[in-house]
């Protein structure tokens, strides 16, 4: 699952950085995905809308299985 949900992410990255933001996937366990999110995106006012309108809806749409996304930051 883990190498599906990065092929996905690959397709969602160049949004993301036309607006100077960026996206890292940190791991995947039990249908949660953690990422981390990067450059302008991280500290964004509308990164949890991101997050679950744009980035959680994408992988639920193109990874079965997939139950939540979470941003962490570290």
Known sequence: MKEQVQAALEKLRPML??????????????G???VKLRGACAGCPGAQMTMK????????????????????NF
Request: aromatic fraction near 2%; charge should be negative.
């Open 32 to 34: 949660k995905v953690k």
């Open 17 to 30: 950085q036309a607006d100077g933001g960026d996206i890292e996937l940190v791991d995947v366990t039990d």
């Open 53 to 72: 309108m744009g980035v959680e809806r994408f992988l639920k749409e193109k990874v079965a299985g997939i139950t939540e996304v979470i941003a962490v």
